[in-house]
């Protein structure tokens, strides 16, 4: 084998210049040898060390301490360490935890709620100490803290960004009424309503109403205005009258009987669209995407057509369902917990399994993020690709107990002490 020739092109005359000496090619070698080892060593180093923990914020609540997450604020309802029977609010900034500010709830109760609408939060005590003022609902200013209104009834956020109060129940009368946020003033109302009050909310909120009688007669509300859109007589077609009636999407489902018979009527006309029977008394009836999910009390999960009432898959082995992200996360019901698993809607088949967490109460619009304990203590968390049908491990946080809520990019935890962490989560 030859050496390379190079073209250096012409020579001209003159004595050569003396060469220059050439380094040995071993050298080059070594050279090149050491360079790609030092290249290893440093990414064995790097991967060695532990990626930087997820920044964390403590926010100090108690034990029975109501909490509300918003994508930018943490608001604490603490019980008053003097008056346990009072609550004081706190507002903290996110993500940093900064305390904006403090108010105290002017009513006295055992059984509390939070909510947010728009630049307003409402506190709602159900378990009111002065018997004849029953629910109330009570409204601060969400930058501020500052009182703003009370008025009976608990809330629900209408389509047009204002409130529904609904009160009374049992052997009460119901009344309904639309409140203006900002202020209390009274928008609409419905004085002596029903025995039934069901509510159609889509990601606007409320938007529809459905009175129901037992007598049958049926009406259906704009909960913007209050106006009556549709009316009629509905009776089952055994006679008698429907045990319980609910609003999923445009169908009003009324249900009677053991083994159930459910009738669907369309929610702008009341007009009868099917009617199908059961085996056995159904539970609970959720929207599913394309399907209605109907859970039966033995863990019996079926997908249900909502065009023709007609079942389109059946299993018994699945004792709850969440809707999320266009599949529907489940678990058998056992003792200890088992698996997460994804069905797909059209079928009610398993297409993944995910492992044994515990779903964080979550807004969903985020992440749907799982956790269990660590056997070394602390809470392992992943975000739960339901999609993919993939949990990906995001960390150990240490020292929190449980009672988890997430939202978009955090993820709030209960500690052991009662107080809160709050951590950013990202893959």
């Not at 030859?2 to 040995?24: F, N, Q, Y």
């Not at 609540?61 to 997450?69: F, I, N, Y």
């Not at 603490?78 to 709830?105: C, I, N």
């Not at 009370?150 to 052997?171: E, I, K």
Request: aromatic share 6%; glycine share 8%; proline share 9%.
């Amino acid at each position: 084998m030859t050496d390379p020739v190079i073209d250096l092109g012409e020579l001209r005359a003159g004595p050569d210049p003396d060469p220059l000496p050439r380094p040995p090619r071993a050298n080059g070698r070594l050279l090149r040898s050491a360079l790609v080892l030092l290249l290893v060593l440093a990414t064995l180093v790097s991967a060695a060390v532990p990626p930087p923990r997820p920044a964390a914020v403590t926010l100090p609540a108690q034990l029975a301490a109501e909490t509300l997450l918003t994508a930018d604020l943490f608001v604490v309802l603490d019980p008053d360490p003097e008056q346990p029977t009072r609550r004081r609010m706190s507002a903290f900034r996110l993500p940093d935890g900064v305390l904006l500010w403090q108010a105290a709830v002017p009513v006295q109760g055992r059984s509390w709620a939070i909510t947010s609408a728009g630049g307003t939060l409402l506190v709602t005590v159900y378990e009111v100490l002065s018997p004849e003022q029953g629910v109330q609902s009570l409204a601060f200013d969400r930058e501020t803290g500052a009182y703003r209104w009370q008025q009976p009834g608990h809330p629900t956020l209408l389509a047009d960004g204002n409130v529904l109060l609904l009160s009374g129940a049992d052997d009460q009368p119901v009344t309904l009424r639309a409140v203006d946020r900002c202020c209390g003033t009274v928008r609409w109302q419905l004085t002596d309503a029903a025995e039934y009050v069901g509510l159609r909310q889509d990601a606007r909120g409320l938007d529809r109403i459905v009175l129901h009688w037992r007598t049958g007669h049926t009406e259906v509300h704009d909960a913007i205005t209050g106006a009556e859109l549709a009316r009629a007589d509905l009776r089952p077609p055994e006679g008698g009258s429907y045990e319980y009636v609910q609003v999923v999407n445009d169908l009003l489902l009324a249900s009677q009987g053991t083994p159930t018979t459910i009738t669907a009527y369309g929610l702008d006309r009341l007009e009868r669209r099917w009617s199908t029977t059961g085996t056995d008394r159904i539970d609970v009836i959720e929207d599913c995407g394309p399907v209605l999910c109907s859970q039966r009390h033995r863990a019996e999960l079926s997908g249900v057509d909502p065009a023709t009432g007609q079942v389109r898959w059946h299993s018994d082995r699945w004792g709850w369902v969440l809707p999320y992200d266009g599949r529907l996360v489940s678990a058998p019901v056992a003792d200890p917990p088992q698996p997460l698993v994804i069905l797909d809607p059209t079928t009610g088949e398993k297409v993944a399994e995910l492992g044994r967490w515990e779903p964080a109460m979550v807004n969903l619009d985020g992440p749907l993020i799982g956790t269990r304990p660590h056997p070394d203590g602390g809470m392992v968390v992943a975000e739960l690709d339901v999609r993919a049908g993939e949990a990906h491990v995001l960390d150990v946080f240490p020292d929190v107990a449980g009672n988890c809520q997430a939202t978009a990019g955090l993820l709030l935890c209960q500690l052991v002490d009662g107080s809160y962490r709050l951590f950013r989560v990202s893959r």
